[in-house]
């Protein structure tokens, strides 16, 4: 499973710095659109999804539908995050390496995540 990227790999502080900031208790995770591989980063303590990864001021609620900014489609239910994820959301090193993220985390070495 190392060639996707974990949560305890998400630089919290790049994103505080990129004006990231939410509640204050933030969680992030990544998932992918499965439609079309738009990545996005979701701060599951509160539901809120970072849509664009160059103006982290571009938000979407999961609390309501959720339609992909890219393809359009309604996201499937179902956990998109965390140990109950399905596959078809994770988001592999290599494509977080050329999607506009590719800042949002860093490969822990010696833990065999790196890419
Ligand atoms: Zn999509």
Redesign the pocket.
Known sequence: MSRYVPETAIDHDAIFRRGGENCGDEDFALFK?P????IYLMDYEVDTVYLDGADLSKRGDLNVSFF?V??K?EMPPGPCVGTRAKEEFMVTWQELKTSPWSWAAKPLSGFGDEA
Do not use: L, P
């Open positions: 659109c439609t079309c591989g738009h992909c890219s393809c489609k």
